[in-house]
């Protein structure tokens, strides 16, 4: 929850107010990680702890996959 926020916080330069959707999303992402990390068993090797960071990573990359990733590019920001 704290690097949601620190995030959110980094966006105060950018002249950018956060939406709700925005933040809620910092909140779910946030709450999910904190109840993941809970659950999983800590890890002593090095190499065990990369395997899991590259799963995590790949599993994020196929459940962006569907969704253009380009949005603001194409639309600006602060579109619906």
């Known amino acids: 929850m704290a690097v949601s926020g620190l995030v959110l916080?980094?966006?105060?330069?950018?002249?950018?107010r956060p939406r709700?959707?925005?933040?809620?999303?910092?909140?779910?992402?946030?709450?999910?990680?904190?109840l993941g990390l809970d659950r999983l068993p800590a890890l002593r090797g090095c190499a065990l702890?990369?395997?899991?960071?590259c799963v995590a990573l790949v599993l994020s990359a196929l459940a962006r996959a569907g969704r253009p990733c380009a949005h603001a590019s194409v639309h600006g920001p602060g579109t619906p």
């Open 20 to 34: 709700l959707t925005t933040i809620s999303n910092a909140v779910l992402i946030g709450l999910s990680t904190n």
């Open 9 to 16: 916080w980094c966006s105060i330069p950018l002249r950018q």
């Open 49 to 53: 702890r990369i395997a899991r960071s």
